[in-house]
């Protein structure tokens, strides 16, 4: 970077507060704004736990970029001295036939990854606690865990503080407009210039970007928590979170408590957000049903009755590739929207692929399959 750049970023959340911290680190005058303040609990980003993992089940391409995030994760733990994430493994179970289960494999198979393949016998042996069905196979990814995702946040914002960075809490930003070869940011404070803008507002990337070329849905996530009646197989020496992925797609983490089991529920069963301002936080008794008959079936050792709610909101692309680049006609603006339920494990990644795009105009991380720049979808 020759001159100093100067770089906004708006929504200090998820990517937001990664971005932060890799700009700042990077000698970058950075501006962040949110429309609350770094951690806080009605966006995306929240409910005590999110998966990494590091073998992918959706799409192997996804295995470069989880290894970029995974020692930019070291990297923070390290700067910071804060344990944000946890390595208790992942147990993948599903339908031998089932693609999910093939792609994860492949995935294993071509970048070398550190797991176990268990069959119904071991997996009941080693994990009690789940009841698998005829053909069913699980594979433990073991450089998987648990990411907390609210001191993630805070502690990336804050280390992107500590780094220079300024962040204007409680500010929503009302638009962003070109300005010669910047960019201007307009809150209600006034407008302020920059060489280049990214944007990652989550949920609200309809709202401030109404012509945005592709289609991103926002979607309201439930997650319950539910107390098992023995604690020793979820909470003994190996406690990995897992991910089902038939009939019914769905996950879980033994919650760091030690006591409760925190579950939740593929895309599919997600109601559509018609205004991310009015989050409709209240869950209705019938929106359980399906956490009950999940736990029925395949964790019966669970209590049906949860002791802990919690909703809250993503973005999903029709493909479920997040949108990653330079929104058309301006490369200075960086958008990063859409992660469609996985975009956390692999935001630091994101956070310093932002920051090269924001600073250099190209990154080289391999981005084509998610780049603005390559997408046609509507
Ligand atoms: C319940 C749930 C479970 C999930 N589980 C996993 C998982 O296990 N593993 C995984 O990898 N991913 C998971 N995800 C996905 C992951 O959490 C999201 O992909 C990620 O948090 C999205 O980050 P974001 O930066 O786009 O949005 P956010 O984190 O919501 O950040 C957007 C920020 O922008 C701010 N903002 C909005 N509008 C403005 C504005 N106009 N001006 C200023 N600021 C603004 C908001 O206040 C917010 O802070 C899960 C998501 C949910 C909801």
Redesign the pocket.
């Known amino acids: 970077m020759s001159a100093r750049k100067r770089v906004a970023v708006?929504?200090?959340?998820?990517?937001?507060s990664q971005a932060a911290w890799r700009l700042a680190a990077r000698g970058a005058e950075v501006v962040g704004?949110?429309?609350?303040a770094?951690g806080?609990d009605?966006?995306?980003?929240?409910?005590e736990?999110?998966?990494?993992r590091s073998a992918h089940f959706e799409d192997s391409r996804y295995v470069p970029l989880l290894k970029h995030a995974d020692a930019l994760w070291e990297e923070l733990q390290r700067e910071t001295g804060r344990e944000l994430r946890r390595l208790t493994g992942c147990l993948l179970m599903g339908p031998t036939a089932h693609h999910q289960m093939s792609t994860v494999l492949e995935s294993i198979a071509e970048h070398g990854l550190d797991h176990e393949v268990l069959d119904a016998d071991l997996l009941a042996k080693r994990f009690p606690q789940y009841r698998i069905e005829d053909g069913d196979v699980a594979v433990l990814d073991r450089r998987a865990g648990f990411?907390r995702?609210e001191l993630t946040?805070q502690t990336a914002a804050r280390r992107a503080e500590e780094l220079g960075a300024r962040i204007h809490r409680y500010?929503?930003?009302?638009e962003i407009t070109s300005a010669g070869n910047g960019v201007e940011i307009r809150?209600d404070a006034g407008v302020e210039r920059f060489d280049a803008v990214v944007v990652?507002?989550?949920?609200?990337v309809n709202?401030?970007l109404p012509e945005l070329p592709w289609e991103v849905e926002i979607r309201r996530?439930?997650?319950a928590w539910y107390v098992p009646a023995t604690a020793d197989a979820w909470f003994g020496d190996e406690r990995p979170?897992f991910i089902r992925t038939a009939p019914t797609h769905c996950?879980g983490?033994p919650s760091p408590d030690g006591v409760s089991v925190k579950l939740?529920l593929s895309r599919a069963l997600h109601r559509p957000v018609d205004d991310?301002n009015r989050l409709d936080r209240t869950v209705d008794p019938a929106e359980l049903e399906i956490f009950t008959e999940l736990i029925g079936r395949h964790m019966p050792d669970l209590h049906p009755d949860p002791v802990r709610l919690?909703v809250?909101?993503?973005?999903y692309t029709e493909s479920s590739r997040?949108l990653v680049g330079p929104l058309p006609g301006n490369d200075n603006v960086v958008l990063?929207?859409g992660?469609?339920?996985?975009?956390?494990?692999?935001?630091p990644a994101f956070g310093d692929i932002a920051a090269d795009l924001a600073l250099d105009g190209a990154s080289s991380q391999p981005i084509d399959f998610i780049s603005t720049s390559n997408r046609t979808e509507a």
């Open positions: 708006v929504g200090v959340g998820t990517m937001g704004y949110d429309r609350f770094p806080h009605r966006s995306a980003a929240g409910g736990t999110r998966i990494f990411i995702p946040v500010t929503p930003v009302r809150t990652t507002v989550g949920p609200w709202d401030l996530l439930v997650s979170a996950y983490l939740g991310p919690s809250f909101m993503e973005g997040p990063l929207a992660f469609s339920g996985h975009g956390f494990k692999l935001s």
